[in-house]
């Protein structure tokens, strides 16, 4: 049976509540991947040798995805904004403790609303609704912040 716009996204695949999620990784070439989610959705990245993102760039933008996300539907219920641009930054760092990693990961809101009551209520939710995001909502941000455990294993195929 398919969804339609009433239905509620399967948690196991999507949507904003609990439950699995994944990605399958399959190698196009050296250097190239194909990562396709339980919907059907592609994204192919790469190793930085050409316009594909890398992997580093796609947990900035997973940060600034989820945030944007959050921050969005808070801040449009009232006004819907005359621009939305978000930038996701850091340090990529090597140390003998801890490998490679980043560091100073920033995230930062440019949002305009129009003028009016309605551009006055978001712009003043503006602060709050980014605030809830990295304090509670994100799932990436505070999957980051608070850091887990990574399991990785070998499997014949």
Do not use: W
């Amino acid at each position: 049976m398919d969804a339609d716009a009433s239905t509620p996204p399967d948690e196991t695949t999507g949507g904003t509540g609990p439950g699995h999620r994944g990605v399958e990784l399959t190698r196009l070439e050296l250097g190239r991947y194909e990562l396709r989610n339980a919907r059907g959705g592609t994204i192919t990245i790469g190793d930085g040798g050409t316009e594909d993102f890398t992997p580093v760039e796609l947990l900035l933008a997973a940060l600034a995805g989820c945030s944007s996300v959050d921050v969005d539907y808070i801040t449009s219920r009232r006004a819907e904004p005359e621009s939305f641009t978000v930038l996701a930054e850091g340090e990529k760092v090597s140390t003998p403790e801890d490998g490679n990693h980043l560091s100073d990961l920033a995230v930062t809101f440019r949002v305009a609303f129009p003028e009016g009551e309605g551009g006055d209520a978001a712009r003043s939710a503006l602060p709050r609704s980014v605030a809830q995001s990295r304090d509670r909502l994100c799932t990436v941000s505070r999957t980051v912040q608070i850091g887990v455990p990574v399991t990785m294993t070998a499997e014949d195929a």
